[in-house]
């Protein structure tokens, strides 16, 4: 007795939509998580500080034993090869009169950048 491994037309039907609803949730899962991470802001700039912490836009950090806010100038016109910088501020209310470049800030090894948390160990 010969036993027949064959699926029935009714069968491969079933599979193959099935196969096809299978895909269709993956690419609304695919398209919903690509319209989710195109709408997500990077919150770090590209530098780390002295315990290898990447930095946070417009975080504080503590250098030299001050306290600095961490912010982006644009560059001077809108060429896309002339970028803007990453600087430090004093946190002060009145005319911010020295900015130090956060690449220098961090290449300085006797400054030792580190990002300012509060006592709860959160980033301010």
Do not use: Q
């Not at 193959?16 to 993956?26: H, N, V």
């Not at 919903?32 to 195109?38: A, P, S, T, V």
């Not at 990077?42 to 946070?56: A, C, E, Q, V």
């Amino acid at each position: 007795m010969v036993i027949e491994h064959s699926i029935s037309k009714k069968d491969k039907v079933f599979i193959i939509f099935f196969c096809l609803f299978l895909f269709r949730i993956f690419c609304w899962i695919y398209e919903k998580n690509k319209r989710y991470w195109d709408c997500v802001e990077k919150k770090y700039t590209p530098y780390f500080d002295s315990k290898g912490n990447r930095i946070p836009k417009e975080g504080n950090v503590v250098y030299n034993s001050k306290l600095y806010k961490v912010f982006w100038e644009k560059g001077d016109n809108d060429d896309l090869r002339c970028k803007g910088k990453w600087y430090l501020t004093e946190d002060t209310l009145g005319p911010v009169y020295l900015n130090i470049l956060l690449e220098d800030a961090v290449k300085d090894e006797s400054g030792k950048i580190k990002i300012y948390k509060d006592r709860m160990g959160e980033e301010i």
